[in-house]
């Protein structure tokens, strides 16, 4: 790992930390954190797994662990780099398994571009709106990476849809991850998307078109948080939780 990589590395562990005491203390930029508010409706609704699609290097799924979610995670993060960190998380909890694939609409193999910040990282290409409001979002390398449908991994995993939330974070490609889904998107209980108000990732779904299109699945809003915002302080990205009607 270069020296870079050791400072981001530290650097993640240290707003990790943070985000974590604050969120011990039941402190956040809301009322209640938003992990802790998807906890709460998950033990509400009796679900007991989290698929994690687009893990990054676990930070969502640690957060879920902080806010009291004690069941069964699969995380998916296609990033070697990503999954490296992400796998020595895993590794400290005997609930917690992952696969180092990216979801798509179809198995395969794909290159994803990646940003200097990792999270930004997408199967798409980052557009300037996007480089202007994080201009970390950059693509500094592109990396050829295996694709698997959420189906597949459903069944290879031995998922239960109905006690599940499928969480997507993929930079864009949401739609194409919800089309490898196919009729199971009419049996998760819930689903949580990162939506984008604006064109951040070149031919990337719409927070209206995916919103529209759960709600054909029986899916409504159910609580959101606010992801980053334009330099004119237009919200453009949100992380919005889906629940069954």
Known sequence: MSLD???????E?????????????????????????????????????????????????????????????????????????LRRRMG?????????????????????????????????????????????SHTVRNVDVDVVTIASVVESEAIEPARTLLKIDTQGFEGAALDGAGELLDTFAAIQLELSYAELYAGQATATELTERLAGHGLTPWTWDAGISGTDGRLLQSDTLFVRR
């Open 92 to 136: 400290r909890d005997p609930r917690w398994s992952g696969l180092q694939v990216a979801a798509g609409a179809e198995p395969g193999r794909a290159t994803i571009h990646v940003s200097e910040n990792s999270y930004s990282s997408s199967l798409l290409d980052v557009t300037e709106l996007h480089l202007s409001a994080d201009p970390a």
């Open 13 to 85: 562990r240290g707003k990790l930390a943070l985000r974590r005491a604050l969120l011990t203390a039941d402190l956040d930029i809301g009322r209640t954190p938003f992990v802790r508010r998807v906890s709460q409706t998950m033990s509400s609704r009796g679900l007991d797994t989290l698929v994690d699609v687009g893990a990054n290097v676990g930070q969502y799924a640690a957060l879920m662990r902080a806010a009291g979610f004690t069941g069964r995670i699969v995380s998916l993060e296609p990033l070697p780099d990503a999954f490296s960190r």
């Open 5 to 11: 990589d050791r400072v981001g590395a530290a650097r």
